[in-house]
C-alpha cells in the first residue's frame, strides 16, 4: 500500500488521512483501514503509549501542553489523540483542546489529533487504538491518548497504553473514598496538578493523601503507585514526570510486564473485534426475521411468559 | 395594580383590547435583556423603586439625572471622534483635517501589533501592521502623531490597554519633548484590561499582573497628573461582543469595583483617584433602552462609591463617553447605517454622556474615509445645532416609562453585580471565564433572532435593497505602512545609546520583580529611545504572555429553530453527508495574526456545531503556518477564517501556501467570513478561498452554502 509507505516517512497528511479512515464509519473504508492496520502492525516503530485521565477542570490539556513542551524541548517526537468530550447528543462537537495546546501545537515534532468521543463508552471513541498504532509506525517516540475521566473511560482507555496516569486537582482527595479500588488497579501515576500560588499547601496534602491510601491497597507483588506533584502553569515538575515514566518503563520490561500488558491488550482487542462482529451479525438477524414483535405480542396475549419468549427468540436466530 | 380599579384605565384597556383583540396582561414584549416591555405606562408604575429617587435634581444624589446640573445648556458633550491608521505621519493629517472641521477632542486607535507589545518588525503580526489602527514602535512616533497638536490643549484619549505602559510612557514623554510638564496633559486612557480577558483579548499578561499594571497606573496619575483620567471602563466591548444591556452594565460596574479596590490596595486613599475614573459604553439601537442604561449606570456607581466610603462628590459620580454601535452596522444596503448611528447618537444624548464618538457608515466594511467620517461628525454637529436637545437638562425624566425601565435595569443589573461580588470579584469571576461565556451565549441568542427573522434588520433580513451601492473604502497598504515603520526602527536603534537602553530594560524588569510602580523605570526606557516591544518583552520576562482558554457554549443557537424548515434542510444534509462519507462534514474555525475579536468566530463555530458540523476551533493569535498543521493534522474538510481587523490580504494567501507547503495536494476548501471590503473579493477568489461572507450574513445560508462546496469538492476526487 502506497499509504503505508507514507505513514512510515512520517507523511503529516497521509498520517491525518489515514486516521480519518480508521475512525470512518463507512463499510470500505473500514476495509481499507483493516487491512492498513494489518501492514502497519508488521512495521511496529517503538513508540511508548501513555494515557492521561482526569476529572474535567484539572487542567489536563494544560498539563499536557506543559509536559509536552517539556518533551519536544528533550528532541522527542510527541503523538497526540485527545478524545474531546464536548459531544452533543443531536448535533456535531466543537473540539477546543488545540485552544489550550497552543505551544506544542505549533511545534513541527507534534502531531494532535482531536476527536469527538460521540457519546462511546468510556470517552474512548472508535479507532483510538488503531490511530495510535499509525503514530507508532510514523515514528512517534511518546503518544498520549487524553480522555476525559468520566465512568468506565479509565478502564477502557487503560486497555490502549503503557502506562496509565490520572491527573487529580488539590483537594481531591476526598473523593479518594469513591474512586479507590478500580482506580489503584489501572493507574501507574497519579499527578497532582495546580502545584502553584495558594494551591500549593493543598496540593501537597493532597499527595500525601493519595500516597498513604494507595498503599493501603497496594498488592504484594505490584509496584509502589506514584504520586507526583505539578505545576502545569508554572512548569514545575515535568523531569520528575518522565523520569518517573521511564523508570516505570524500564522496570515492566525488566520484569516481562511491559510485554504481558501488551499481550493482554491484544486479546483483548480480539475478544472486543469478535464481540462486535457477531453483535452486528445478530442485530441484522434479528431485524430480517422480525421475531421480537412477534413474540412480544404473545406475551401481552399472555399467551407465553416473558423468558419463554426471549429463549425461542434466541434459539431461533442461532440456528442457521 | 391600583389602577386597575380606576374607571379611566380600566376604559383604556377595554379599547387597548378592543382594538388589538389581545388580552392586556399578554400584551408585553420581551427584550434581550428579559424586560418585559408594557404597552403603555402610568404613574403606578413609579412606585416601589429601590433605585431611582422620583424627584431628583441634576448633579445631585443619587446622579440619575446627570454629573452636573447645567449639562449641555452650560457647554455640550465634547464630539470624540476615535480614529488611527497606518503611519503617525497619516494619522497626525488626518487628526488635524478633523480638528477644523470641529472636532473637539481626540481619540487614538492603536494597530494591533502595538496592542499586543509587538513592533512592527516581529514576525508574528506581519498581516496586522497599521491595519486596523497607527502603528507606534518607538517615542519618536508618538511624537510625530501629535505633531503642531499642543498636548497642553487638546484632550487625547487612548484605547489602549495591553501595552498601556510603554503607550503612556510614550505619551508623558512626548509632551514633554514639546515642552508640556506631564502634569498639564488631559485626556483618557483605556487601561481597563479586565474587559480584554472577556471580550477583546487585546491582553499580554496574566489577569493578576496585569491588574496590578492598572493599579500602578492609577497610582501614578493620581500623584503627577491630575488632569488625566486614569481607566475607561469599558462595557463598549462587551455590547459588541453580544452582551445585553443588564450584561453590560452589570459587568462594567463590577469592573470598575475591582478597579477601585486594586488602586486601594496600593495605600491610596478612595477620594485620592476616583474622581478621575471614568467609563465607556455603547449605544446599540434599543433607543429608550440605552437611555436608561446611561441613567441606571450613574444610579448605581453612586451608591457603590458611597459603599467604598467615597467622600469627595466627584467620586460619587460616573462620567462616561459613549460610542454608537459598530455591531450594529451593516454591510448591506451601507446607507442604512447613517440612520441608524443617527437614532444611537441621540440616545447617548438623551441618556446624559459627556462625549461621543458616531461611527462613519462605512465601517462594517473598512476603516471611514475622509468623506464618511464627515458624515459621522456631522450626525452630531447637527444634534448640537440644529434640533434643541442642548437646550433642557435630562429631557426624559418623569416619563412613566423611562424611569421605570431605568428602575428595571438597575435592578437586574444589581442581582447580577451581587452574584459576582460573591464569586469574590471580578478577576476571580474571569479567570474562571463566567462573563465570556455569559456574553458568547447572549451573542449567539441575538444572532439567532437574527437569523430566523423574528428580528427584523433592514436591508439584511427583511426590505432588501434590490440594488444594493457600491461604496469607495479606504484602503491600507499594510506591506508599505510595515517597511517604513521598520525602517524608523532601524534608524533609532543605531542612533541610539544601546547600553543604556540595556540597562534601563534590565532596571524594568528589576522593578517587575521588586512590585515597585513600573511606570517610572517605563519612562526611563522610553525616553532612552526603547521600542514598545523591547518594554513588553522585558516585562513578559517576569510575568509570561497569557494565553487564553477557550470555553464554548452548545445548543444556543439550534434552540431557536426547532422546527424551522431552513435550520432540519441542513440538519438533513449533514446527516446525508455522514452515511455517504462516514464521518460528518468538519470544519476548523480560526483568527490569524494578532485580531482578537472572536465574537464572529463564536457564533459561528457554536452554531455550526448545532447543525451538526464537528468543528475545531482554532487558538487566538495563530499565524496561518499553525493553521495549516492544524487543519492538515485533523483532516478538516474546510477552514473558516474569521477576519475584523483587515489583515485577510496578508493572512490569507500566507494560509494557502502553508497548506500546500504540507500537503501539495490539499483538498481543503478555504472561506473567510467578517469584514471584508468588496474590492478585496477578487483577490480573495483568485487566491482560491470558495466562499466570502460579509457581515450580516444569514448563518444557516452560509452553513448550507459551506457544507455543499466540501460535498462538491469530494465528489471531483
Known amino acids: 500500500m502506497e499509504l503505508v509507505d507514507k505513514i512510515i516517512k512520517g507523511e503529516r497528511a497521509s498520517i491525518a488521512k489515514a486516521i480519518t479512515l480508521v475512525e470512518s464509519s463507512k463499510d470500505a473504508d473500514q476495509q481499507i483501514s483493516r487491512q492498513l492496520i494489518s501492514e502497519l502492525i508488521k512495521k511496529p516503530g517503538e513508540s511508548i503509549r501513555v494515557g492521561f485521565s482526569g476529572p474535567p477542570g484539572v487542567g489536563k490539556s494544560t498539563f499536557i501542553e506543559s509536559f509536552g513542551s517539556y518533551l519536544v524541548s528533550q528532541n522527542y517526537k510527541l503523538g497526540i489523540l485527545a478524545i474531546d468530550p464536548s459531544s452533543q447528543i443531536t448535533g456535531g462537537s466543537i473540539l477546543g483542546d488545540k485552544t489550550r495546546m497552543v505551544e506544542i501545537s505549533k511545534n513541527p515534532n507534534t502531531f494532535i489529533r482531536s476527536t469527538p468521543s460521540r457519546g462511546s463508552l468510556g470517552g474512548i471513541s472508535m479507532g483510538t487504538r488503531e490511530a495510535s498504532i499509525i503514530l507508532d509506525a510514523a515514528g512517534y517516540d511518546f503518544i498520549f491518548i487524553e480522555t476525559v475521566g468520566v465512568g468506565q473511560s479509565e478502564i477502557v482507555a487503560s486497555n490502549l497504553v503503557d502506562i496509565f496516569t490520572l491527573i487529580v486537582g488539590p483537594g481531591s482527595g476526598d473523593e479518594l473514598q469513591g474512586i479507590k479500588k478500580g482506580i489503584t488497579e ?39 503507585k506514584q504520586v507526583l506533584l505539578v505545576s502545569a502553569i508554572e512548569q514545575t515538575g515535568m523531569e520528575n514526570v518522565i523520569k518517573t515514566i521511564n523508570q516505570i518503563i524500564d522496570q515492566n520490561k ?9 499481550a493482554d491488550q491484544l486479546e483483548y482487542w480480539i475478544e472486543e473485534e469478535v464481540k462486535n462482529i457477531i453483535a452486528s451479525d445478530i442485530t441484522k438477524r434479528l431485524t430480517s426475521k422480525g421475531n421480537i414483535p412477534k413474540y412480544s405480542e404473545k406475551v401481552m396475549k399472555n399467551e407465553m411468559s416473558m423468558y419463554e419468549a426471549v429463549e425461542r427468540i434466541t434459539k431461533d436466530t442461532l440456528k442457521q | 395594580m391600583t389602577n386597575k380599579s380606576n374607571n379611566g384605565f380600566n376604559t383604556w384597556q377595554k379599547s387597548f383590547e378592543k382594538e388589538t383583540k389581545k388580552n392586556f396582561s399578554d400584551a408585553k414584549s420581551e427584550t434581550d435583556e428579559g424586560i418585559d416591555i408594557k404597552p403603555v405606562y402610568t404613574k403606578d408604575d413609579l412606585e416601589n423603586f429601590s433605585f431611582v429617587q422620583n424627584n431628583s435634581l441634576p448633579g445631585q444624589w443619587p446622579y440619575t439625572r446627570g454629573p452636573k446640573a447645567s449639562m449641555y445648556t452650560n457647554r455640550p458633550w465634547t464630539i470624540r471622534q476615535y480614529a488611527g491608521f497606518s503611519t503617525a505621519e497619516e494619522s497626525n493629517e488626518f487628526y488635524k483635517k478633523n480638528l477644523e472641521s470641529g472636532q473637539k477632542g481626540l481619540s487614538v486607535a492603536f494597530d494591533l501589533p502595538t496592542h499586543r507589545g509587538y513592533d512592527s518588525d516581529d514576525d508574528l503580526v506581519m498581516g496586522d501592521v497599521g491595519k486596523a489602527g497607527v502603528a507606534i514602535d518607538t517615542v519618536e512616533d508618538m511624537k510625530i502623531l501629535f505633531n503642531n497638536i499642543p498636548l497642553d490643549q487638546m484632550s487625547v484619549s487612548m484605547t489602549m490597554n495591553g501595552a498601556v505602559l510603554p503607550i503612556l510612557a510614550s505619551f508623558i514623554v512626548a509632551g514633554e519633548e514639546q515642552g508640556v510638564d506631564r502634569s498639564l496633559l488631559s485626556g483618557t486612557i483605556q487601561n481597563d484590561i ?37 481607566i475607561s471602563i469599558s462595557g463598549y466591548h462587551m455590547q459588541e461582543a453580544g452582551a445585553d444591556n443588564v450584561l453590560e452594565l452589570a459587568y462594567t460596574l463590577a469592573d470598575g469595583m475591582e478597579y477601585v479596590r486594586a488602586a486601594m490596595s496600593k495605600g491610596l486613599d478612595v477620594d485620592d483617584f476616583a474622581p478621575r475614573l471614568s467609563f465607556f459604553f455603547a449605544i446599540g439601537t434599543d433607543f429608550f433602552m440605552e437611555i436608561a442604561k446611561l441613567r441606571a ?110 428602575e428595571e435595569l438597575s435592578k437586574k443589573a444589581w442581582d447580577i453585580i451581587k452574584e459576582i461580588e460573591e464569586l469574590g470579584g471580578m478577576t476571580k469571576a474571569v479567570k474562571a471565564g463566567i462573563p465570556k461565556l455569559k456574553i458568547e451565549e447572549s451573542a449567539t441568542k441575538k444572532q439567532a433572532k437574527v437569523d430566523s427573522g423574528s428580528r427584523v434588520v433592514v436591508g439584511v433580513n427583511k426590505y432588501k435593497n434590490p440594488k444594493e451601492p457600491s461604496v469607495d473604502v479606504r484602503v491600507i497598504d499594510n506591506n508599505r505602512v510595515r517597511d517604513d515603520q521598520i525602517k524608523k526602527i532601524q534608524v533609532i536603534k543605531e542612533s541610539r545609546d544601546t547600553k543604556a537602553v540595556e540597562k534601563a530594560l534590565t532596571n524594568l524588569t528589576n522593578a517587575a520583580k521588586d512590585e515597585t510602580n513600573l511606570l517610572i523605570p517605563c519612562i526611563e526606557a522610553i525616553k532612552l529611545r526603547a521600542t514598545v516591544g523591547e518594554v513588553s518583552k522585558a516585562l513578559e520576562q517576569v510575568y509570561g504572555r497569557h494565553f487564553a482558554k477557550s470555553l464554548s457554549v452548545s445548543g444556543v443557537y439550534g434552540k431557536h429553530f426547532e422546527g424551522d424548515k431552513e435550520f432540519m434542510k441542513v440538519e438533513n444534509k449533514i446527516r446525508e453527508f455522514e452515511n455517504v462519507n462516514g464521518r460528518r462534514p468538519r ?131
Open chain 1, 186 to 224: 489501572y493507574a501507574d501515576i497519579f499527578i497532582v496538578n495546580k502545584n502553584d500560588g495558594e494551591l500549593k499547601i493543598e496540593a501537597s496534602k493532597t499527595a500525601a493523601d493519595y500516597k498513604s491510601a494507595l498503599s493501603y491497597y497496594k498488592k504484594l507483588d505490584e509496584l509502589e
Open chain 1, 254 to 262: 525488566l520484569k516481562g510486564i511491559f510485554d504481558e500488558r501488551r
Open chain 2, 194 to 230: 479586565l474587559k480584554e480577558f472577556m471580550v477583546r483579548n487585546t491582553y499580554i499578561y496574566p489577569p493578576e499582573p496585569s491588574m496590578k499594571i492598572v493599579a500602578d497606573i492609577i497610582e501614578f496619575t493620581s500623584k503627577e497628573m491630575p488632569k488625566f483620567n486614569s
Open chain 2, 297 to 406: 449606570a450613574r444610579t448605581l456607581w453612586a451608591k457603590i462609591m458611597k459603599d467604598f466610603g467615597a467622600k469627595n462628590e466627584r467620586s460619587l459620580i460616573l462620567r462616561t463617553h459613549c460610542q454608537t454601535s459598530g455591531v450594529s452596522l451593516t454591510e448591506k444596503d451601507p446607507y442604512n447605517n447613517i440612520i441608524r448611528t443617527s437614532y444611537e447618537a441621540m440616545s447617548a444624548i438623551l441618556g446624559g454622556t459627556q462625549s461621543l464618538h458616531t461611527n462613519s457608515f462605512d465601517e462594517a466594511i473598512a476603516l471611514p474615509t475622509d468623506e464618511s467620517a464627515r458624515i459621522a461628525r456631522n450626525t452630531q454637529l447637527i444634534l448640537q445645532n440644529e434640533t434643541g436637545v442642548t437646550k433642557t437638562v435630562d429631557p426624559l425624566a418623569g416619563s412613566y416609562f423611562i424611569e421605570n425601565l431605568t
Open chain 2, 587 to 717: 470544519v476548523l474555525v480560526v483568527k490569524m495574526g494578532q485580531d482578537g475579536h472572536d465574537r464572529g468566530a463564536k457564533i459561528v463555530a457554536t452554531s455550526f456545531a448545532d447543525m451538526g458540523f464537528d468543528v475545531d476551533m482554532g487558538p487566538l493569535f495563530q499565524s496561518p503556518k499553525d493553521v495549516a498543521k492544524d487543519a492538515i493534522e485533523n483532516d478538516v474538510h474546510a477552514i473558516g477564517v474569521s477576519t475584523l481587523a483587515a489583515g485577510h490580504k496578508t493572512l490569507v494567501p500566507e494560509l494557502m501556501r502553508g497548506l500546500k507547503e504540507i500537503d501539495p495536494n490539499s483538498k481543503i476548501i478555504v472561506f473567510v467570513g467578517g469584514i471584508i471590503p468588496e474590492q478585496d473579493y477578487e483577490f480573495l477568489y483568485k487566491n482560491n478561498v470558495s466562499a466570502i461572507f460579509g457581515p450580516g450574513s444569514n448563518i444557516i445560508e452560509s452553513a448550507e452554502k459551506v457544507i455543499d462546496l466540501i460535498s462538491d469538492n469530494l465528489s471531483k476526487e
